[in-house]
């Protein structure tokens, strides 16, 4: 009865290194979102992904971001090249469908860049 | 341009009382509304949610009501509890039309007194 997944739940980072941030949804879902939280805002879109597909990225910033949700394994966001405006915290949720749908969310992964 | 704000970002009631968080929204193609509540250092927990084809959606001691010519939705809480104490964000959806994204507000903190 596992909820979201999400790891690392805090990672530290050097300007210039790459992160990345893994999401494994709820069983049975195959709708899976990136958010990010940057501090004293609410939650922004960034990109909405299924299986092996990205279906919306208009969230998500041109350069440096990238995302994926393969086949096996878990959903991706990975951040080349950090700089200190990335620090925030991450959130995926995922859902069964799309449409009007609950999204349930994991806890986060929290990127701190040096 | 923030199509989903509330307005008051803080709001403290006693125990046992009703609280009422506000949300207002400025996207008519808005289909699907949420509350969510947030601890420190975790993610998003799904609270309630109504399509907008309803004016009323009720689960336990949480009420959602939707005011679509206002383009407004509030949550009720009672009786209120001491472990109520969050941060309450309101997200709305549309559809399909946007590939169900979520746009937040930027949250409401609020505090029940014992």
């Known amino acids: 009865n596992a909820g979201v997944m999400q790891n690392p739940r805090h990672l530290v980072r050097r300007r210039g290194q790459e992160a990345r941030l893994r999401c494994s949804p709820m069983k049975g879902h195959s709708h899976v979102y990136w958010y990010r939280q940057l501090p004293e805002e609410g939650l922004k879109f960034m990109v909405y992904?299924?299986?092996?597909?990205?279906?919306?990225e208009s969230g998500m910033p041109k350069e440096r971001f990238s995302a994926e949700f393969p086949k096996e394994g878990p959903s991706i966001l990975r951040i080349q090249q950090v700089v200190r405006g990335d620090s925030a915290a991450y959130f995926c949720a995922s859902s069964l469908f799309q449409g009007q749908e609950t999204q349930y969310f994991g806890p986060g992964t929290r990127l701190l860049v040096l | 341009d923030q199509q989903v704000k509330q307005n008051s970002p803080s709001l403290s009631v006693q125990e046992g009382r009703i609280s009422i968080l506000n949300c207002d929204y400025t996207?008519?193609?808005?289909?699907?509304f949420l509350w969510y509540k947030k601890y420190p250092a975790e993610g998003p927990t799904f609270l309630i949610s109504?399509?907008?084809?309803?004016d009323k959606n009720e689960d336990g001691r949480f009420t959602v009501f939707l005011n679509k010519s206002a383009k407004h939705l509030s949550l009720h809480i009672v009786p209120s509890q001491p472990g109520d104490s969050a941060v309450y964000f309101c997200a709305a959806s549309a559809g399909e039309t946007s590939g169900s994204r979520l746009t937040f507000g930027e949250g409401t903190q609020l505090t029940v007194n014992p």
């Open positions: 996207n008519s193609m808005f289909d699907y």
């Open positions: 992904l299924q299986k092996e597909n990205i279906i919306d």
């Open positions: 109504i399509s907008s084809i309803k």
